[in-house]
């Protein structure tokens, strides 16, 4: 059974940086596109970041290029996202999931994606 594992997420300061990890088992995510995801309260579930199976480019939202970084921890069959200067903002429960597939390039809408984490939840506040 395939299952994706969230978790980094914690109540930080404007400003401050986090890792979130999502680790996977049942499945090798080496050659899988990935993505992660958030929902803040009231609103959709937004893409933030992918990474793509084949060559493992990646792609951010707007609003977040700059200050998150997705890559892959290949001995811990994982993707983590880094989050810097982190704001009030990016409060949201984030998520990963992965469409068991690499064959193309990974986008940022969920529609594509079929298996999902549980979330973990990051809370921006002073």
């Known amino acids: 059974q395939v299952q994706l594992v969230e978790s980094g997420g914690d109540l930080v300061q404007p400003g401050g940086s986090l890792r979130l990890s999502c680790a996977a088992s049942?499945?090798?995510?080496?050659?899988?596109?990935v993505g992660w995801f958030r929902q803040a309260p009231g609103k959709e579930r937004e893409g933030i970041a992918c990474i793509s199976g084949s060559d493992d480019n990646t792609y951010y939202t707007d609003s977040v290029k700059g200050r998150f970084t997705i890559a892959r921890d290949i001995a811990k069959n994982a993707v983590w996202l880094q989050i810097r200067n982190l704001k009030p903002e990016d409060t949201a429960r984030y998520y990963c999931?992965?469409?068991?597939?690499?064959?193309?390039?990974?986008?940022?809408?969920?529609?594509?994606?079929?298996?999902w984490g549980q979330g973990t939840q990051v809370t921006v506040s002073s």
């Open positions: 049942g499945v090798l995510l080496d050659y899988y596109n």
């Open positions: 999931a992965t469409p068991l597939s690499g064959s193309d390039r990974c986008h940022l809408g969920e529609s594509r994606y079929n298996v």
